[in-house]
């Protein structure tokens, strides 16, 4: 509660500091919004979350919060100055970096075993270190691209969100279960922002809220699988596919369009109207009922993955790529479609 109120009082005022100052975005080519409006809803978000978790969340040496809210004062800076000013990508990599050193090294939150997975398990130090720096930093990335329509990124770190502190709430016990603090605490931080930022939105979230809660939902999916292979629960050693079912949104539209970006010569962070969230949108439907329709497959795919643990990572992890396939090629179906149809009205004007 504490989260929210004060992310839905803080967010008028930033709104207000946002025009006054003239510190707004400008529509261009790749932008939905047709007006100049606010990036620094993050800091909303930020300020809800990191004050209520500061009041209420026991930060001891031993539970971890502690680094994890260090990352996340990096990358909120990180993120504030590209809203400002801009950033290079890799100046914001190099934060990034710094973000996960200081939670994989101090706080020792990494991937330790594959269970199972192409026969792996437990994973030697230097490829878990690496590995869990590839998670963090895809996962933080993903979010921040996902943020595109009015409401999108919010309703998806919502409902990702909600899940993990859901299991963490159930089984986390006294090695996971301050991760509830640290889930509710960005529920309620998000759920205030929410408020002004659906369709047509006064204000968006921005890197400065993107990149902190990608952070955020990276480090508690992380520990979700650890809490699978530590406590064996909910789902033991099918934890990783049911967190990758989790987070399956942000990760399909990364995905996705990295391999559009390479496999057209370009480079996989040059910036695109190829997002799944374009795509629906150039079938016809409105920002409110992309946005519902991208937080329902979120939800339907989590329920699947959750439904079906029990036949293992093998089974799922194929489920979910042969899912991603299957819409990639709808997708690219229909764009291709749309595209005839432009080319022959052009011809017959």
């Not at 931080?189 to 006064?202: K, V, W």
């Not at 539209?253 to 190829?274: E, H, I, Q, W, Y």
């Not at 937080?295 to 993955?305: A, D, K, M, Q, R």
Request: aromatic share 12%.
């Amino acid at each position: 509660m504490w989260a929210f109120l004060v992310s839905l009082f803080a967010v008028p005022s930033i709104i207000y500091i946002a025009h006054l100052k003239n510190m707004l975005d400008t529509p261009n080519g790749r932008t939905v919004h047709q007006s100049l409006t606010p990036r620094l809803g993050g800091v909303a978000v930020f300020a809800g979350f990191m004050s209520a978790l500061t009041i209420f969340a026991p930060l001891d040496k031993t539970n971890s919060i502690q680094q994890l809210l260090a990352g996340c004062i990096i990358l909120f800076f990180v993120g504030l100055k590209d809203d400002l000013v801009g950033m290079s990508v890799a100046k914001k990599f190099v934060g990034q970096l710094l973000a996960t050193g200081i939670v994989m090294i101090m706080a020792d939150i990494r991937i330790t075993s594959f269970q199972g997975i192409l026969g792996i398990d437990t994973l030697p130090i230097g490829i878990s270190y690496a590995f869990t720096l590839a998670v963090i930093v895809g996962v933080t990335n993903a979010i921040n691209l996902i943020d595109g329509l009015d409401g999108l990124a919010g309703t998806i770190v919502l409902i990702i969100t909600s899940t993990f502190g859901f299991y963490f709430y159930t089984y986390g016990g006294p090695a996971f279960g301050n991760y509830v603090y640290v889930s509710v605490c960005l529920i309620g931080g998000m759920l205030g922002f929410l408020r002004y930022n659906f369709h047509r939105a006064p204000i968006f979230m921005g890197d400065t809220g993107s990149l902190v809660c990608g952070f955020i939902v990276s480090v508690l999916a992380i520990q979700f699988i650890e809490m699978g292979l530590r406590v064996g629960q909910p789902f033991g050693s099918a934890s990783p596919s049911v967190a990758v079912g989790i987070l399956f949104v942000p990760l399909f539209d990364t995905l996705r369009v990295f391999t559009l970006r390479m496999m057209a010569g370009r480079s996989p962070f040059s910036p695109d109207k190829n997002h799944i969230h374009h795509r629906i949108l150039a079938m016809g439907f409105q920002q409110i009922s992309t946005v519902l329709l991208l937080g329902l497959l979120n939800v339907l795919v989590i329920l699947f993955v959750i439904r079906f643990a029990v036949y293992g990572n093998t089974v799922l992890i194929g489920a979910l790529l042969g899912f991603s396939v299957l819409l990639s090629i709808f997708f690219g179906v229909y764009q291709s479609r749309i595209s005839r149809r432009q080319m022959l009205a052009s011809e017959s004007n």
